[in-house]
C-alpha cells in the first residue's frame, strides 16, 4: 500500500527558498517513480518534475527548471522539492505523486498514487 504524506509548505517571500518533503509509509518506494505536480487556484494541475526510481534521472518543466531540484532517499522512503528562487507564480498547492509501472510521465493521469498536497504561498 502506497501512503503518500507531503509536508513543508508554508508562505515566504519571492526569491525565498522552501524544502518539500514527501514520505510513503508503505512499502516498495524503492521501485517506483516519483514526480512533484502543482495547482494554483483555478488552473489545471501541472507538472513540476520527476525523477526515477533509482534517483539517476530527473526531468522538470521548463518554468521550474535552474530553479527547482528533485531528490530522493529510498533509505527513508522520502522524495523531496528543493524550490529556490522562488515567484509569486510558484504559489499553489504542491502534490507528490508515485508511478509504479515507470513510465516517468509528465502527465498526472500516469501517476497512480497521490498525496493530500501542501500549500507554497510566495508574497511578491
Known amino acids: 500500500q502506497v501512503q503518500l504524506v507531503e509536508s513543508g509548505g508554508g508562505l515566504v517571500q519571492a526569491g525565498g527558498s522552501l524544502r518539500l518533503s514527501c514520505v510513503n509509509s508503505?512499502?516498495?518506494?524503492?521501485?517506483?517513480?516519483m514526480g512533484w505536480f502543482r495547482q494554483a487556484p483555478g488552473k489545471e494541475r501541472e507538472f513540476v518534475a520527476t525523477?526515477?526510481?533509482?534517483?539517476?534521472?530527473?526531468y522538470y518543466a521548463d518554468s521550474v527548471k535552474g530553479r527547482f531540484t528533485i531528490s530522493r532517499d529510498n533509505a527513508k522512503n522520502a522524495v523531496y522539492l528543493q524550490m529556490n528562487s522562488l515567484k509569486p507564480e510558484d504559489t499553489a498547492v504542491y502534490y507528490c505523486?508515485?508511478?509504479?509501472?515507470?513510465?516517468?510521465?509528465?502527465?498526472?493521469?500516469?501517476?497512480?498514487?497521490w498525496g493530500q498536497g501542501t500549500q507554497v504561498t510566495v508574497s511578491s
Open positions: 508503505g512499502r516498495t518506494f524503492s521501485s517506483y517513480d
Open positions: 505523486a508515485a508511478d509504479p509501472k515507470l513510465r516517468r510521465g509528465i502527465s498526472a493521469p500516469m501517476y497512480d498514487y
Open positions: 525523477i526515477n526510481w533509482r534517483g539517476s534521472s530527473t
